[in-house]
């Protein structure tokens, strides 16, 4: 059996793995980052595209599964061109706008556990689509591969989140009020979900047929009845992602945050279609 895969965090450029450059801003940049001298210019030697994560960029820039995500960075990130450039310069290692935050893939300095590439996010994005549906994504650094379970929470205020408080003492600026958890098992065998209300202590599970794992991506459906508000209206609901080695609340088995610190608004596409 062939080990797991472990890569240790890099310099902010290693970030762009050739995916994060490519994680949704416009097929010519995938064009372009596809020569093999840019390629060289900008990416560290030894580090290759997962094949997998570009596969589901190219599918949902092309109109295909996850369309939706490249039709909300169409509309919400401005001059992507300059974007990119800064990353590849290493000027910034993190972006954000309403609805999808990109950021340079390391564990955060608390973590204790081993940064297997399934932890460790490049993007994470969180709409509402047609239909009511809340559709909650991550693209990965890579594939399932971590012979352990795995946890991702993307963490949602509703308008409660300031009076309950961080999750997390070290991370002040993210105040969820609900926390909609997938479990996935090892080496991406199975997957499970729940969406609770911090604000009650109840709990629902998700149906499975609404997680979808493939390859390096993690999607997860559900409905706007599903996350009722606590006091803010849809298009003012927060959130964030964060994944972990093991339930409950200890900051050391936090992989990785996105965003870093703080909390990003729900996008609220309601004329576009999700393509699963």
């Known amino acids: 059996m062939r080990n797991p895969r472990v890569l ?7 970030g762009l793995e050739g995916r994060a450059l490519m994680a949704g801003f416009d097929l010519s940049l995938i064009r ?8 060289r210019n900008v990416i560290p030697v030894g580090v290759t595209t997962d094949p997998s ?25 401005r001059n992507p061109q300059s974007i990119v450039a800064r990353f590849a310069t290493g000027q910034t290692s993190a972006y954000s706008a309403t609805g999808i935050t990109f950021r340079t893939p390391h564990e955060q300095s608390q973590f204790v556990g081993r940064p297997y590439d399934q932890l460790l996010p490049l993007a994470a994005g969180g ?35 300031g009076s ?22 090892p080496y991406g065998s199975s997957a499970s979900g729940e969406v609770r209300d911090l604000t009650n202590g109840t709990s629902q599970a998700i149906d499975a047929s609404n997680i979808m794992i493939r390859g390096a991506t993690l999607r997860v459906f559900l409905s706007t009845s599903q996350l009722p508000s606590r006091g803010a209206a849809l298009n003012r609901y927060r959130f964030a992602l964060w ?23 729900l996008a609220v596409l309601r004329n576009i279609n999700v393509r699963r």
């Open 243 to 265: 994944t972990q080695t093991a339930p409950g609340t200890d900051v050391a088995n936090v992989a990785s945050f996105a965003p870093e610190a703080s909390m990003i608004p």
């Open 164 to 185: 309950l408080g961080p999750v997390y003492a070290a991370r002040p600026g993210i105040t969820p009020d609900a926390l909609v958890t997938i479990t996935v098992g």
């Open 127 to 161: 709409a509402v689509f047609r239909g009511n549906i809340v559709e909650f994504a991550t693209i990965l650094r890579g594939e399932f591969r971590n012979p352990d379970t795995s946890y991702y929470v993307f963490a949602v205020d509703r308008g409660a989140g």
């Open 8 to 14: 240790k965090s890099r310099p902010a450029v290693e």
């Open 32 to 39: 372009a980052f596809a020569r093999p001298a840019l390629i």
């Open 53 to 77: 994560a570009v596969s589901a960029i190219t599918s949902a820039l092309g109109g295909g599964v996850g369309s939706e995500w490249a039709t909300l960075i169409r509309r919400q990130v």
